[in-house]
């Protein structure tokens, strides 16, 4: 399955994002579907997670109650909306999908990776 990324941009602090990640060759129904989020000279780090059917997600404490993370599996799309963006949002952003059923937070537990997009949150 191959994964594409869109949505990041410029944004003023306290604006909002609306990202998504599109699959092709294959649908995303049986993906564990994430984001994760990179910044020069640090690791990949987790953002949110969402299950095979929606029902259940996840978020990283540094997002939570500011992301939204959804999924249509019959557009093969996975959207991460952002809120109350603050400059330390400011990162490259990845969504990645993975097999089964277990909700995994580390990036090497990923198979299948968007190229990313850049979000840039001004002060």
């Known amino acids: 399955v191959q994964l594409q990324a869109s949505g990041g941009g410029l944004v003023q602090a306290g604006g909002c994002l609306r990202l998504?990640?599109?699959?092709?060759?294959?649908?995303?129904?049986?993906?564990?579907m994430a984001w994760f989020r990179q910044t020069p000279g640090k690791e990949r780090e987790f953002v949110s997670i969402i299950s095979l059917d929606g029902g259940s997600t996840s978020y990283a404490d540094s997002v939570k109650g500011r992301f939204t993370i959804s999924r249509d599996n019959a557009k093969s799309t996975v959207y991460l909306q952002m809120n109350v963006l603050k400059p330390e949002d400011t990162a490259v952003y990845y969504c990645a999908g993975r097999q089964g059923t277990i909700l995994a937070r580390l990036f090497n537990q990923y198979r299948y990776w968007g190229q990313g997009t850049l979000v840039t949150v001004s002060s």
């Open positions: 998504s990640c599109t699959a092709s060759g294959r649908t995303i129904s049986s993906f564990i």
